[in-house]
Structures are given as structure tokens and as C-alpha cells.
């Protein structure tokens, strides 16, 4: 079979990891190209490769050009194999990106698998852990797809370290998502992970948040020993049986008060919008939704991961994704069988 053809330049990571999980899927080998052509330092990294190796492992796939630093790669699938699975990205390389490469693919296996990922846990640029099992996990689960997660320990960028454990059972027939409207707030909370850091950092990322977001469950939490020091603001906010979660994390030079600050304005702008699906949650749906053929979701006004993400998957699948104004500045997402 032909590889499709894709171009990496218009994207980071998230090109290839949504090529990976659809070629297991489809068995459709793909070559793609100037692999995060434009950004600064071009071609595949640690955690990118991981993806693939674990990729290769899971599906009895081969891939040339898999190695650090790569801006090319022909990636062609076996057939996905329950089983379980331990990976070691190395880095602080995010490990809920990896757990997501691998789930579509495990969802189609002949019986349930186990994942044990090592790496970041809680990084800038990535779905933290905590996005994964309240917010994410929870949301799919609407769509049929049954998986657990849990923390084994928490890993802070830049040392790594942590290490999540998930469960995949098999799905062979995705519920359409409609997620048109968003119930009710049911409540709200804030919580502050840290770790190797004086309390009093923590307790102002509070403080900061919580003169944005008034709530009363608020609370400063300390992880167990582990390498490295860290700290995240972790705001949720609960709507029914549809949650968001918004946060950011520790960063050199930034103060905490201004990092408490944006982590509850982020999700006070979702507050406003009205919108029952968030930025992230929106684009980690697309392939889910493309997979079951139909669906629809309201969400904030997309950044440029959507439109990328979409172009990638209707190389792959049968799909044609229509985005239209919603009311209130919203997004209004569906997909129907091309």
C-alpha cells in the first residue's frame, strides 16, 4: 500500500502523534515530512519517539528514520495487540501525549491492555494528569470507551520522573458525541501541587487564583518524594456530568501570584463563553468523533491545533468535519460520513 503523504511543517508533535494512532488503526503507512519543520529545534525529540517505538511495539509495526533529530519518517503498521505495556519516555516528555497516541489503536485490540508510562506527568504544553482522568477520560467514557487511569507518582518538568497506569478495554462501536449545550455549574474547586518548594509559593498561587475565582474547596497539596521540584495550579470547574479543567505550571522567572492568576482567568474566560467544551477537550475529541462517524460539540473559538488536527485525519478516515459560528463568539464542531 501507498503511504500517504503528510507535511510536518505545519505543526508540532501533534501531526505525527494523530498519524501514528490512525495508521495502527487503518493499517494506512504514511511518510511524513519536515517534521516540526518550523519550530526551533526541528525534528523528532525523545518524547516524539517514543510514540513511534511504542507504536511499533503495540501494532508490530516498522519505521524508518526513527531516531532523534529525524525530520522524516515512514511508519508502517502491523495489527494492534492486547497486552501489556511499559514505556519510558526518558525525559520529562509528556506522558498523557502517549497514553492519547495509544488508545485509539488499543481500543481496537482483540482484549484489554495495561499501559505503564514513565515520564511527565504534570508539563507546560500538555494535558496533565489530572486533565486525563476528570476531564477527558470521563468524556469519552459518553462515547462507550471504558479506561481507567491512575498517578503512580508525579513527574515535573524538567526532571521527569513520574509514572501513570492505565487500563484499556476493547470498543468496537463508538457512541456518537452531542455535546450542544452545557448544563448547570455544580461546583467548582482549586488545587495547588507542589513539590521541593517552599509552602509559601504554593499558598500564594492560591491566594492569586482565588481572587479571581472565589470557591471553598480550595487546597495546597504536597506530592510524595520524587525527583525534582515543581508546582501546578489546577482549577476545575463541574457542570453536570461535564467537567473542565484549566492550569499552569511552574515556570523560571514567572512569579506564582501571575501563575495563580492566569490558571483561574483561563477558566473564568470558559466560564463566560457559555461553551460546554473547552479549547483542549475540543481538539482531543476530533478523532474519537471521527472514528464513530458522526458527532457534534460547542466550543470556545479553536486555536490552530484544530484545523491541523482535522487535516490529518481526513487524510486517514472517510470523515468530513463541517466548523460554523455558534451563538456567543462559540464554535460549533460536527463530523458526518463523507
Not at 2 to 19: E, H, N
Not at 70 to 83: M, N, Q
Not at 253 to 266: N, Q, W, Y
Amino acid at each position: 500500500m501507498k503511504p500517504l503523504q503528510l507535511d510536518g511543517s505545519a505543526g508540532g508533535g501533534q501531526i505525527l502523534r494523530t498519524a501514528l494512532s490512525l495508521s495502527m488503526i487503518t493499517g494506512q503507512p504514511f511518510r511524513i515530512t519536515n517534521i516540526r519543520g518550523k519550530r526551533s529545534r526541528p525534528g523528532l525529540m525523545r518524547q516524539h519517539l517514543t510514540c513511534v517505538k511504542a507504536a511499533c511495539e503495540i501494532s508490530g509495526g516498522i519505521a524508518d528514520g526513527a531516531e532523534i533529530g529525524s525530520t522524516e519518517l515512514v511508519f508502517r503498521a502491523g495489527k494492534v495487540r492486547a497486552g501489556s505495556y511499559q514505556f519510558a519516555i526518558g525525559t520529562a516528555g509528556s506522558t498523557g501525549l502517549l497514553f492519547q497516541t495509544l488508545l485509539p489503536a488499543l481500543w481496537h485490540a482483540d482484549g484489554p491492555s495495561t499501559l505503564r508510562l514513565e515520564g511527565g506527568t504534570h508539563n507546560p504544553l500538555a494535558p496533565p494528569f489530572d486533565f486525563l482522568e476528570r476531564v477527558f477520560l470521563p468524556t469519552l467514557q459518553k462515547a462507550g470507551i471504558e479506561t481507567s487511569i491512575s498517578l503512580e507518582s508525579a513527574g515535573f518538568a524538567p526532571a521527569g520522573g513520574g509514572t501513570i497506569i492505565a487500563t484499556i478495554h476493547p470498543c468496537t462501536k463508538l457512541t456518537p458525541l452531542d455535546l450542544s449545550a452545557r448544563p448547570e455549574s455544580t461546583g467548582s474547586r482549586i488545587r495547588v501541587l507542589t513539590r521541593h518548594l517552599p509552602l509559601s509559593i504554593a499558598g500564594r498561587m492560591l491566594d492569586a487564583a482565588l481572587e479571581v475565582l472565589p470557591c471553598r474547596d480550595a487546597t495546597v497539596e504536597s506530592c510524595e518524594p520524587g525527583p525534582g521540584a515543581g508546582v501546578c495550579c489546577l482549577v476545575e470547574g463541574q457542570f453536570g456530568d461535564l467537567r473542565e479543567l484549566t492550569s499552569t505550571f511552574g515556570e523560571q522567572g514567572v512569579g506564582a501570584e501571575k501563575l495563580g492568576h492566569r490558571a483561574a482567568k483561563l477558566m473564568q474566560d470558559f466560564l463566560g463563553s457559555g461553551a460546554p467544551v473547552g479549547r483542549c477537550l475540543a481538539d482531543q475529541l476530533l478523532l474519537p468523533m471521527a472514528l464513530a462517524g458522526d458527532g457534534r460539540i460547542v466550543t470556545m473559538s479553536p486555536d490552530a491545533h484544530v484545523p491541523t488536527n482535522i487535516a490529518v485525519i481526513e487524510k486517514f478516515l472517510p470523515v468530513k468535519f463541517h466548523v460554523s459560528d455558534g451563538e456567543r463568539g462559540t464554535k460549533v464542531i460536527e463530523v458526518t460520513r463523507d
